[in-house]
C-alpha cells in the first residue's frame, strides 16, 4: 500500500523537462537588417540637447545594443580600451548604413557612448544571470 501512495505521488510530481519556461529570447533586430539589404534606411530626430527623440528612437537604442553584443567581447572590461576602437568603428557604420545620421563627432560621440552604456548593462544581465548566487536574488 505504501509503494501505492509512492507512485501515485510521483505521477503528481510536475515533470521538470516538459514544463519549462518560455522566455522571449534575445533581440536580434531582424526588420532592421531586412530593410538595410533593401536600402531602407530610417530617420532618426535629435532635440536641442543632443539626445534622440522621435519613433525610430528606440528601434535605433535597440539596434545599438545588438550591434553591441556582436562586435564588442563581454571580456572588455573598459569602453575607453584603445582595442576596441575597429570594433566601434564598425558599429558607426553599421548604423550610418541603417539610420539617416548626420556623420559628425557629436553624433558620433553620442552614438558610442549609448553603445557603452548598452555594453554595461549587457555584462550586468550576464553576471546577475550566471555568475551571481541564485539564492541572493531569492
Known amino acids: 500500500m505504501a509503494s501505492d501512495q509512492e507512485n501515485s505521488q510521483d505521477a503528481n510530481a510536475p515533470d521538470d523537462t516538459s514544463e519549462k519556461e518560455i522566455t522571449r529570447g534575445i533581440t536580434i533586430m531582424k526588420s532592421i537588417i531586412r530593410d538595410r539589404d533593401k536600402a531602407v534606411t530610417y ?7 543632443n539626445q534622440l527623440i522621435g519613433s525610430n ?8 545594443g545588438t550591434l553591441v553584443r556582436m562586435h564588442i567581447p563581454i571580456t572588455a572590461t573598459r569602453w575607453s580600451n584603445k582595442e576596441l576602437g575597429s570594433a566601434k568603428d564598425k558599429i558607426w557604420t553599421e548604423i550610418l548604413r541603417s539610420f539617416n545620421i548626420e556623420d559628425t563627432t557629436i553624433r558620433k560621440k553620442y552614438i558610442l557612448q549609448l553603445a557603452g552604456k548598452r ?7 550576464l553576471t546577475n544571470k550566471y555568475l551571481k548566487d541564485k539564492e541572493f536574488f531569492c
Open 119 to 125: 555594453h554595461r548593462g549587457w555584462r550586468t544581465f
Open 57 to 64: 528612437a528606440a528601434k535605433l537604442a535597440s539596434y545599438i
Open 43 to 49: 530617420n532618426v530626430n535629435w532635440n536641442a540637447d
